[in-house]
């Protein structure tokens, strides 16, 4: 993902695929204005679960180049047809297969609670787990619709 715009460093608008133009804005935590005041556009953000326990926000953007976290909110997103969405939802082996994706993804046990709550068609995307059992599973695969992500590996 790459900042494309930051408005007063509350808001960040941020591409998540060029090739498509899908922005996302984001709500930066008020703790976190004067760090997100260093980064500027075309700066590349991962996005991670927030593990701070009272904070308001669930999510943390990491930039790279700046090499620092903010606390952030999704706060819109686009709802276009070429998203990935959510096509299977598999308890039997707590799996959750993607549109355009032939290999399903496999959700750490303690998550799938949560992903018994998606729905087909919720659209999804990325991030990347600095949490519990992130050598396992290293991503996390983050539900739009619901505001809400699991832990996930890809299955072999």
Excluded: C
Aim: aromatic share 16%.
């Amino acid at each position: 993902m790459q900042i494309i715009h930051s408005e007063a460093n509350k808001y960040i608008k941020v591409l998540f695929m060029p090739t498509f133009d899908y922005n996302f804005g984001w709500i930066v935590s008020f703790f976190d204005h004067s760090t997100a005041i260093n980064w500027v556009s075309g700066d590349l953000i991962l996005i991670t679960q927030n593990p701070e326990w009272f904070s308001l926000h669930q999510f943390q953007l990491y930039n790279i180049k700046a090499e620092s976290y903010v606390s952030a909110s999704l706060a819109e997103y686009p709802k276009l047809e070429m998203a990935i969405r959510v096509m299977i939802i598999d308890p039997a082996y707590e799996e959750i297969w993607l549109t355009n994706d032939a290999i399903p993804w496999k959700v750490y046990h303690y998550d799938f609670n949560t992903a018994e709550s998606w729905e087909t068609d919720d659209i999804v995307i990325f991030g990347v787990n600095r949490g519990v059992d992130q050598k396992e599973y290293p991503y996390l695969l983050i539900n739009l619709d619901t505001e809400t992500f699991v832990r996930v590996m890809r299955k072999a």
